[in-house]
Nanobody, 124 residues
Framework: QVQLVESGGGLAQPGGSLRLSCAASGFTCSSFAMSWSRQAPGEGLEWVSGIYSDGSDTYYADSVKGRFTIYRDNAKNTLYLQMNSMKPEETALYYC?????????????????WGQGTQVTVSS
């Protein structure tokens, strides 16, 4: 069975950093794109970043470009999101998701599996 488990969330100061992890199982990680999305309190789901199945191409929402880095270690079946220079408005529940093909898409409504999410709070 497919399983995605996020971790690494917590409290960060404005301008600080966190690294999120998503441990995957139940599928061949090297065959599928993956992504990170987030949902802030009272807001809808927002796509954040996507990565090609082998990590060769990455994509970012304009709001996080230059500050966030998505990468993966397929040998460890793990997806990461390094978040730097964090802002208070980025307080949200962060989700990783598996995509149905090798190429990533911002169409999160089509993702086939989601993790439970990890809470990120940015506050002083």
């Amino acid at each position: 069975q497919v399983q995605l488990v996020e971790s690494g969330g917590g409290l960060a100061q404005p301008g600080g950093s966190l690294r999120l992890s998503c441990a995957a199982s139940g599928f061949t990680c090297s065959s599928f794109a993956m992504s990170w999305s987030r949902q802030a309190p009272g807001e809808g789901l927002e796509w954040v970043s996507g990565i090609y199945s082998d990590g060769s191409d990455t994509y970012y929402a304009d709001s996080v470009k230059g500050r966030f880095t998505i990468y993966r270690d397929n040998a460890k079946n793990t997806l990461y999101l390094q978040m730097n220079s964090m802002k208070p408005e980025e307080t949200a529940l962060y989700y990783c998701a598996k995509e149905p093909s090798a190429a990533p898409t911002t169409g999160w409504g089509e993702y086939d599996y989601w993790g439970q999410g990890t809470q990120v709070t940015v506050s002083s």
